[in-house]
T-cell receptor
Framework: GESVGLHLPTLSVQEGDNSIINCAYS??????FIWYKQESGKGPQFIID?????DKRQGQRVTVLLNKTVKHLSLQIAATQPGDSAVYFC?????????????FGRGTSLIVHP | KAGVTQTPRYLIKTRGQQVTLSCSPI?????VSWYQQTPGQGLQFLFE???????NKGNFPGRFSGRQFSNSRSEMNVSTLELGDSALYLC?????????????FGNGTRLTVT
C-alpha cells in the first residue's frame, strides 16, 4: 500500500543551527500534511500543517515546505534549541467518509547538542 | 482548555487477560481516534469514533474494540492479550470534520503484556 516515510532516522545538530527534517510521501491524492513532535514519555504534539494548495507555511521558528511534484515534505526549525530534541513525525491525511485519518511516517529523531 | 486525558498511564497484564483503556477528549471534540505505537511498527491506526459511532477502522484483529459515549469519552478494549500487544496506546481527539484537523494526542497508556 501507499505509505509515508522519512529519509533520515536520526539528525544531530548543534544548538543554534537550523534543522531540516525531510519526509517523502507516495499518495498523490493526499491533500493535507502535518508535522508532529513527540518528546519522551509524551504523546505526539501538533507543530504545523499545510494543505496541498500551498507550498510553504511558516510558524514560530518552523517552516514547512511542500513539493507536490516530487511528493516531498520538509520541516525546517530555525535556531534549534535543546528543547527541540524529540522524534518528529510527518503525516499525510486522506479523507474517507469526510474524516481525516492520517498515516504517519516512521519518525526522525532530532538530537540537539548544547 | 484541558488536553486529552488517558488513563491509566501504565498497565501490566498477563497473556490471555483483557484490558480496558480510557480516553477523555478535549471539550467540544467529537472525534476520538486510537493508535498503537511500537518501535517496530510506528504509529498504527486502530479505529476512530464520531458521535458514538465507529466511523473508520484500521487493520487490527477483532480482539481490539472500542466504543464512544454520549459525552465523547471513549474506551478501547483488548481481549485475550498477546505478548505482541505490548505497546503505547495513544488516543487523539479532533473536531472530526475535514476543516477541523489536526489530531490532539494524549500522553498514552503504556501496556506491558507478560
Amino acid at each position: 500500500g501507499e505509505s509515508v516515510g522519512l529519509h533520515l532516522p536520526t539528525l544531530s545538530v548543534q544548538e543554534g543551527d537550523n534543522s531540516i527534517i525531510n519526509c517523502a510521501y507516495s499518495n498523490s491524492a493526499s491533500d493535507y500534511f502535518i508535522w508532529y513532535k513527540q518528546e519522551s514519555g509524551k504523546g505526539p504534539q501538533f507543530i504545523i500543517d499545510i494543505r496541498s494548495n500551498m507550498d510553504k507555511r511558516q510558524g514560530q521558528r518552523v517552516t514547512v515546505l511542500l513539493n507536490k511534484t516530487v511528493k516531498h515534505l520538509s520541516l525546517q526549525i530555525a535556531a534549534t534549541q535543546p528543547g527541540d530534541s524529540a522524534v518528529y513525525f510527518c503525516a499525510e491525511n486522506s479523507s474517507p467518509g469526510g474524516s481525516y485519518i492520517p498515516t504517519f511516517g516512521r519518525g526522525t529523531s532530532l538530537i540537539v547538542h548544547p | 482548555k484541558a488536553g486529552v486525558t488517558q488513563t491509566p498511564r501504565y498497565l501490566i497484564k498477563t497473556r490471555g487477560q483483557q484490558v480496558t483503556l480510557s480516553c477523555s477528549p478535549i471539550s467540544g471534540h467529537r472525534s476520538v481516534s486510537w493508535y498503537q505505537q511500537t518501535p517496530g511498527q510506528g504509529l498504527q491506526f486502530l479505529f476512530e469514533y464520531f458521535s458514538e459511532t465507529q466511523r473508520n477502522k484500521g487493520n487490527f484483529p477483532g480482539r481490539f474494540s472500542g466504543r464512544q459515549f454520549s459525552n465523547s469519552r471513549s474506551e478501547m478494549n483488548v481481549s485475550t492479550l498477546e505478548l505482541g500487544d505490548s505497546a503505547l496506546y495513544l488516543c487523539a481527539s479532533s473536531g472530526g470534520t475535514p476543516d477541523n484537523s489536526p489530531l490532539h494526542f494524549g500522553n498514552g497508556t503504556r501496556l506491558t503484556v507478560t
